[in-house]
């Protein structure tokens, strides 16, 4: 199975890719820097070098060829303005839907964040985030050529993964590891029964394959 995941050198991304590559994925991940590289092969990947913020679908769709999933795990990172929010976290997820469609790559996760919604109101950059994400949620929705799932985890800590968590629709507000999103996120793959469904995720008690196959047969 080949997973091309966008935002490849993100904290969950490169966990996801060591998860990955360990099961005998072959996986790419798509990064701005091609410093960044070393840290994709350590992990098992191979770095794919393109800019989501100025290239085409074209070019992202030429990568994504005979791909059997992708995952779009990019984020303009806490540091950054509003503007990048727009063009990271909307733009660059809707370009990435749009050349997973072009090269008909069905399987498509998305890793979204908690309160995402098009309409959510306020003027700080986390508000800006938080429709930004709504918003390429909201698109990915609509391409009934994809075979979407998108994961809204609460907050994020660095703690290790307990490998037991809460997913369903709405879960609530809370917390859960970047390990445990990464753990999801490669059962997710893996899983095309949870096509179609939005799903939020915290920490809790139960075993992530359990908490996966739980949602699938709903």
């Known amino acids: 199975m080949r997973i091309v995941i966008a935002g490849g050198h993100g904290q969950i991304a490169l966990r996801l890719e060591r998860l990955l590559s360990a099961r005998g994925e072959e996986v790419a991940g798509i ?31 030429a990568h994504l060829q005979g791909a059997d999933a992708a995952v779009f795990a990019a984020g303009a990172g806490p540091g950054s303005g509003a503007a990048r929010k727009g063009t990271v976290d909307k733009a660059a997820a809707v370009l990435f839907a749009d050349a997973a469609v072009r090269a008909r790559v069905r399987r498509f996760v998305v ?15 986390f508000d800006v985030y938080l429709r930004a994400k709504g918003a390429a949620d909201a698109y990915v929705r609509n391409l009934k050529a994809l075979d979407w799932t998108i994961l809204r985890p609460g907050s994020l800590t660095d703690d290790a993964g307990t490998g037991l968590v809460r997913l369903e629709a709405h879960t609530g507000r809370g917390s859960v590891t970047r390990d445990d999103v990464a753990t999801v996120l490669a059962e997710l793959v893996d899983t095309p029964a949870t096509a179609g469904l939005v799903l939020e995720l915290i920490g809790g008690s139960t075993p992530v394959a359990v908490a996966v196959k739980s949602v699938a047969g709903n």
């Open 111 to 125: 890793v979204s964040s908690m309160g995402a919604d098009p309409a959510h109101e306020g003027d700080d950059v």
């Open 31 to 61: 990064i701005r820097k091609a410093e960044q590289g070393d840290d994709l092969r350590e992990a098992g990947a191979e770095p794919v070098l393109l800019d989501l913020e100025s290239v085409s679908v074209e070019e992202v769709a």
